[in-house]
């Protein structure tokens, strides 16, 4: 009984903790692509506009960066504490990625701290904006490698396993294992693409609140762009990772999709509920589009539930998570397409209160998309943390004291959670755009 409720908290208290990394992760690789972006807009345009863009955003961007810090800390921590029996098997595998995870990271708070320094000291701003580029280089590869070994766990390879060790380890070929391809694109798109909506958001409701200056409206309508064309780009690796499943993790697509029958011609099932173990209630059923999604053909046939053991079959809840993940990417895209639309022909409906709102929305809608995506991802592969080879249960600590690691984290995500959102607000609050405007101007710059 004391190993159930270890194994229990161990995962309580990890996705706790990688619930509110995955926050302030998303944001420190989006963010930094979307300032290179508006200072490079802002010096070929020569807009004032677009470079205090970049340096507001920067500002903000620190903050985010301090708190991802310490809950990325708080994850090393975790494996080694909560999932010894994993990190043993398992640590030099993945041990490379890890590293250069951390460099990456080193990478981009290195060159970060450099480009801060700098923001005053090069009269040419090309040349300051080229700091910027190993910071948005970084935050994505930090993204890159630490997703390799989440990929490895799900398509573990290059290793031998003997006698419940791994010998003959290839950590390249480890690496670059069958998940990596779609779960890294996906993963670096959806994060700026969150990113965007979410200073999209931002924008929309400064907006809102009744600064009407043309900065926020360039914030808004480049914010967007980015969004829509990440959100495109979100479902189109969307419909590899649905084939890459089909062919590695068919339990997984099975269970999320709630396609119990092997079969031919098979029907997507959207939204519904399921009741008395396997009927499903108010759906809507897609004909042939689930064999199209797992192998491009109308007619292919795709397994079901059926072909798999009970105790190794994912919990079906995931059907849900799936589904507000996609629903709500499809949301903000179409928002976003007529905003850029609306804008292009000149249509008021684009400053109507319930359209700012509905942009407003997309901010902490696009959040809980990417909570659920990651919900996905980790419960998706259960009951196993290396797929096929070590089960969750075997993987966890044997400690009594989960539960009282499980208090002190939730205190600690309490206050970085609060600390940072007031310091955020205080800081932009106190130090309005249309002030710096204003000095700029004064100072003659």
């Known amino acids: 009984m004391e190993s159930e409720q270890a194994v229990f908290y ?54 985010t960066v301090a708190v991802g810090v310490v809950t990325g800390t708080a994850i090393g921590l975790q494996l080694n504490l909560l999932w010894p029996t994993f990190m043993e098997l398992a640590g030099n595998v993945i041990a490379l990625p890890l590293f250069m995870e951390t460099f990456a990271f080193f990478f981009e708070a290195i060159f970060l701290g450099i480009y801060l320094y700098t923001w005053d000291r090069f009269r040419d701003q090309r040349k300051h904006m080229l700091l910027l580029l190993p910071v948005a280089i970084g935050a994505s590869f930090s993204a890159i490698f ?63 609140k009744g600064s009407n200056h043309i900065y926020h409206k360039k914030a808004l309508l480049l914010t967007l762009k980015v969004g829509l064309v990440f959100s495109i780009a979100s479902a189109i690796i969307g419909d590899f990772s649905g084939k890459y499943l089909a062919e590695y993790q068919p339990e997984k697509l099975a269970a999320m999709e709630w396609h119990f029958e092997t079969e031919e011609q098979a029907s997507l099932t959207l939204f519904g509920f399921l009741t008395n173990g396997d009927e499903i209630t108010f759906s809507l059923e897609v004909p042939y589009a689930l064999s199209i999604l797992a192998h491009g053909n109308p007619n292919a046939e795709v397994i079901g539930l059926d072909q798999f053991a009970e105790d190794e079959t994912p919990p079906l809840y995931i059907h849900y998570l799936f589904n507000i993940m996609v629903i709500i990417g499809m949301i903000a895209m179409i ?111």
């Open 10 to 63: 161990s995962r309580l208290l990890t996705e706790l903790t990688l619930s509110f990394h995955i926050i302030y992760a998303t944001i420190g690789v989006g963010v930094p692509f979307l300032i290179f972006l508006t200072q490079w807009l802002g010096i070929k345009k020569q807009d004032d506009h677009y470079i205090l863009l970049a340096r507001r955003w920067t500002r903000g961007f620190i903050i």
């Open 146 to 208: 630490i997703t390799m070994v989440n990929a490895f766990m799900n398509a573990p390879q290059g290793f031998e396993l003997m006698n419940g060790e791994f010998i003959n380890v290839e950590p390249i070929v480890a690496m670059f294992n069958p998940a990596m391809p779609t779960k890294v694109a996906h993963v670096v798109s959806t994060a700026y693409m969150t990113s965007a909506f979410v200073l999209a958001a931002i924008g929309a409701f400064r907006l809102l």
């Open 335 to 445: 928002i976003a397409l007529f905003y850029i639309v609306g804008n292009a022909l000149n249509r008021s409906f684009i400053m109507n209160r319930v359209f700012l709102w509905l942009i407003v929305s997309t901010g902490p809608l696009t959040i809980l998309a990417i909570e659920a995506g990651w919900w996905l991802a980790e419960v998706g592969r259960q009951p196993w943390v290396l797929r096929g080879i070590l089960r969750t249960e075997n993987a966890a600590t044997t400690s009594n004291h989960v539960d009282l690691m499980l208090l002190l984290f939730i205190g600690l995500y309490t206050v970085l959670g609060l600390a940072s959102v007031i310091v955020l607000t205080r800081m932009f609050k106190n130090n309005p755009v249309e002030q710096e405007i204003l000095d700029q101007q004064r100072n003659g710059r």
